[in-house]
């Protein structure tokens, strides 16, 4: 069985605790249940992690590059938070790992301010899902599991 990695960054730990206009009321406890419940549909296994710290996420790409070679983990889902809008080390992360990456953000990004408009995973990610909510992440947990099937 194969692992999905789903990977939060900055702030999503403060998730059901404010600004529940833009990113709902579930907080991140809920959001692993959602992936866990997503991941045992799929016959998938669920690694879930979150951190605030742009070098722990990109530690974990290379981690994923080398499990995704040795054919443990289907791919990797991740919200990278505002280092979507800021990180080339992400994106160079992910290019140099090789591993299949499914962006996610749980609003809709290009409905919000201007700099929320770019971001450096993009062009290196295989998918990208926005504006969702919550209700994103099994969805991509759906679209790793067709990906890897496929
Ligand atoms: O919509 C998303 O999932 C984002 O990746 C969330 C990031 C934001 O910087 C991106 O532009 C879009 C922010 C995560 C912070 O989440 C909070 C949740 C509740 C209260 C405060 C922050």
């Known amino acids: 069985m194969k692992t999905a990695l789903v990977l ?5 730990n403060l998730l059901g605790t404010r600004e529940p206009a833009v990113y709902g009321a579930h907080t991140l406890a809920d959001v ?16 879930f992690r979150q951190t605030s710290h742009e070098g722990a996420l990109v530690d974990w790409i290379h981690e994923a590059g080398k499990a995704q070679a040795a ?8 919200n990278a938070g505002a ?5 080339i080390a992400l994106h160079d992360a992910i290019k140099g790992a090789a591993v299949t ?4 953000h749980i609003s809709n ?3 919000r301010e201007a700099f929320r408009h770019h971001s450096y995973i993009s062009p290196v990610a295989k ?9 994103g ?11 890897t099937a496929g």
Do not use: Q, R, W
């Open 8 to 12: 939060n960054g900055p702030n999503l």
């Open 32 to 47: 692993e249940k959602l992936c866990a419940d997503a991941c045992a549909a799929h016959g998938l296994k669920l690694d």
């Open 71 to 78: 054919g443990t983990l289907a791919g990797v889902i991740l």
């Open 83 to 87: 280092y979507t809008h800021t990180s």
């Open 101 to 104: 990456v499914i962006e996610l």
């Open 109 to 111: 990004v290009h409905a």
């Open 127 to 135: 998918a990208v899902m926005c504006g969702f909510g919550v209700s």
């Open 137 to 147: 992440y099994p969805l991509a947990i759906a679209g790793l599991a067709a990906l």
